[in-house]
């Protein structure tokens, strides 16, 4: 890795024709144990950076522009400080500049800067790459700006460079997560009050294995805010008759049978979900400090099962996984992961069985759906970390 960081902060030097050494920042991926779609909700989420990771080169100029480069793309793009907004389509120049955005918002004079960017976070796989590209380069402009700003403010500023310049109404589980992590451990993070705890999680014998499906899916993200909408209409009946109510986290089930079911199944299905989600989390985090894998990984299954036929984030490429996975001894618990619509799953798997899941799995996926099936094993790791 440092091979790789002296390579990068040379290229920079190339690109711009600089001898000024830029700041390197880290910011990882994430994977989430169990929680999906609940941080919107105001519910829990028990998230983790990975060892994969989105890499900035970031260096002030004297004068308004800024210039970007995408190396892994070989694609460039270049704006000015008093001409920031988003472009086209949803593209890497969207989480710089929204990230950047983010200053002036809060009356913090940005300037001028260059960057490269590099990242070994899949695109599209359900690993949040985009969050991983937002943190790092909010982090690099608030060190070269000395602005001073904590860890937590930096988080909810990447979260809004999401909703304001890629148009996705995320949560804050993932930018979290990327900022966050912690080695070894995972974070069971109150989505409402922003309170967290690093949970240990170190399963003897067990490797958390990603299997990409390799589907992206385009309606990922107009689907992503229509269910937050679904969400949002379940609490509005919910609050007629319970004023207190603000969000599904405040939700029973008994209020979802009076006050939703009557007026539409279809958001008395998504709500429930997330009712019954925000609860599974509560108890799986349980079985992880109690050290019962097995009823975690149950959880994982019913958590997939949900997202599937109630929640319909699922597709048919995700399902076949887990429910391969399903009939493995070997495999503790299986899930998608993330928004859903494609991506990756996430695998509890016995260490000395994953070779033998992969030939089998592997070969299965890719004659039933026509699309290769990638695999990482992923190693839980610190959040954002400047370099040098
Ligand atoms: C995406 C969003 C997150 C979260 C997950 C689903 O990753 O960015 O905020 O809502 O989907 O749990």
Redesign the pocket.
């Known amino acids: 890795m440092e091979d790789n960081i002296t390579k990068l902060s040379k290229l920079f030097c190339e690109v711009f024709e600089t001898s000024t050494k830029p700041l390197i920042v880290r910011s990882p991926g994430r994977v989430?144990i169990i929680?999906?779609?609940?941080?919107?909700n105001d519910g829990f989420?028990l998230p983790a950076a990975i060892d994969k990771a989105a890499y900035m080169a970031v260096a002030l100029r004297d004068d308004d522009e800024i210039h970007l480069q995408a190396h892994d793309l070989n694609e460039t793009f270049s704006t000015s400080v008093t001409d920031l907004k988003p472009v086209g389509d949803v593209s890497w120049p969207n989480y710089i500049l929204g990230a950047a955005a983010q200053f002036p918002k809060k009356n913090i004079p940005l300037k001028g800067f260059n960057a490269i960017l590099t990242s070994d976070v899949p695109i599209g796989a359900?690993l949040?790459s985009s969050?991983a590209v937002e943190c790092a380069a909010i982090h690099a402009l608030n060190e070269l700006l000395q602005t001073g700003l904590d860890k937590i403010e930096m988080v909810l500023m990447a979260q809004k460079a999401?909703h304001e310049y890629a148009g996705?109404m995320?949560?804050?589980?993932?930018q979290f997560a990327s900022v966050m992590g912690k080695q070894h451990h995972v974070i069971k993070l109150d989505c409402r009050s922003l309170e967290y705890e690093y949970v240990p999680f170190n399963l003897d014998g067990i490797c958390v294995l990603l299997l990409n499906t390799n589907v992206k899916h385009s309606l990922a993200s107009s689907e992503?805010n229509t269910r937050r909408q679904e969400c949002e209409q379940a609490v509005a009946w919910i609050k007629e008759q319970y004023p207190a109510v603000n969000s599904l986290r405040d939700v029973t089930e008994a209020m979802l049978d009076e006050c939703v079911l009557p007026k539409s199944t279809l958001v008395d299905k998504r709500s429930r979900f997330i009712v019954q989600e925000i609860e599974r989390l509560q108890k799986g985090c349980e079985d992880l400090m109690r050290g019962d894998t097995h009823a975690l990984g149950k959880k994982m299954f019913n958590t997939h099962d949900g997202l599937s036929r109630m929640y319909a984030v699922s597709c048919k490429e995700l399902d076949y996984l887990v429910d391969f996975a399903r009939n493995n001894p070997a495999v503790i618990g299986a899930r998608m992961m993330?928004?859903?619509f494609g991506g990756c799953t996430i695998n509890l798997v016995k260490e000395d069985a994953v070779e033998a899941l992969i030939k089998s799995i592997q070969p299965a996926y890719e004659a039933a759906m026509r699309l290769p099936l990638t695999y990482y094993a992923a190693s839980i790791e610190n959040g954002t970390t400047i370099i040098r």
């Not at 929680?35 to 919107?40: L, V």
């Not at 995320?170 to 993932?174: I, K, N, Y």
């Open positions: 989430n929680g999906e779609h609940t941080d919107y989420v359900g949040s969050a999401e996705v995320c949560g804050v589980m993932d992503y993330g928004g859903g």
